[in-house]
C-alpha cells in the first residue's frame, strides 16, 4: 500500500517562497503520475500541477508564473516550491497520486494527510 | 477553467436514509467525473471515478451515475461513519476542478 507524507515549514513570511516535500513509501515514484493539491482552511479543494517521473509537468494557469515541481527519483520524493507568497496561499497542501493525465486517468487514488502552510505578514 | 457546482452545499440526513449529492459542469465532460469523501482533519478518499466505477474497498451503498453535465452520487443507506463532506472532481480537461463540496451532516 502506497503511502504519500508531506514535510516542510508550517510558516513562511509574506514574499518568501514555500518549499513542500512529499515521500512516497511502499511503492516506486516512477511509474505514476503525482500531484500537489491545497485546501485553504474551511475551503475546497484546488489542483495545483502534476509531474511525471521523465520531468513532464503541468501546472494551473493561475500560478504557472510562482510554482514548480520538481521529483527525484533516487529518494522517492517530489516537491513544491511556490514563491512570493500572500496570505491567500495559507492552505493545507495535499500531495496525491494519479495513473496519468489522460481523462480516465486524472483522478487522485492516493493521498498524503496534508501539510498546513501558514504564510504570515 | 471548467466549473463544477455541486447541490446541496449542506443537507441533514439520518442513519438509514437515500442520499443524492448532485454535481454539475459549466461544460460537457462526458463520463469524466470522480467522487471523494473527506473527513475534518483527514485527505480525501477517492470513492467514484468515471461517474460510475466503484473505487477498490469502498462499499457497494455508494454509486454514482451521469454523463454530459450532470452527475450523481448517492449512498443508498447511510450509515454512521458516512457523515462528512464529498467533493466532485472533473478530469476531461486541465485545469483539473472540484466541486465546492457537500458537506452531509447528521440530522
Known amino acids: 500500500q502506497v503511502q504519500l507524507q508531506e514535510s516542510g515549514p508550517g510558516l513562511v513570511k509574506s514574499s518568501e517562497t514555500l518549499s513542500l516535500t512529499c515521500t512516497v513509501s511502499g511503492g516506486s515514484i516512477s511509474s505514476y503520475y503525482w500531484s500537489w493539491i491545497r485546501q485553504p482552511p474551511g475551503k475546497g479543494l484546488e489542483w495545483i500541477g502534476s509531474i511525471y517521473y521523465n520531468g513532464v509537468t503541468n501546472y494551473i494557469p493561475s500560478l504557472k508564473s510562482r510554482v514548480s515541481i520538481s521529483l527525484d527519483t533516487s529518494k522517492n520524493q517530489f516537491s513544491l516550491n511556490l514563491k512570493s507568497v500572500t496570505a491567500a496561499d495559507t492552505a493545507v497542501y495535499h500531495c496525491?497520486?494519479?495513473?496519468?493525465?489522460?481523462?480516465?486517468?486524472?483522478?487522485?487514488?492516493?493521498w498524503g494527510q496534508g501539510s498546513l502552510v501558514t504564510v504570515s505578514s | 477553467d471548467i466549473q463544477m457546482t455541486q447541490s446541496p452545499s449542506s443537507l441533514s440526513a439520518s442513519v438509514g436514509d437515500r442520499v443524492t449529492i448532485t454535481c454539475r459542469a459549466s461544460q460537457s465532460i462526458s463520463i469524466y467525473l470522480n467522487w471523494y469523501q473527506q473527513k475534518p482533519g483527514k485527505a480525501p478518499k477517492l470513492l467514484m471515478y468515471v461517474a460510475s466505477s466503484l473505487q477498490s474497498g469502498v462499499p457497494s451503498r455508494f454509486s454514482g451515475s451521469g454523463s454530459g453535465t450532470d452527475f450523481t452520487l448517492t449512498i443508498s443507506s447511510l450509515q454512521p461513519e458516512d457523515f462528512a463532506t464529498y467533493y466532485c472532481q472533473q478530469s476531461y480537461s486541465t485545469p483539473i476542478t472540484f466541486g465546492q463540496g457537500t458537506r452531509l451532516e447528521i440530522k
Open positions: 496525491a497520486r494519479h495513473r496519468g493525465t489522460s481523462s480516465s486517468q486524472f483522478y487522485f487514488d492516493s
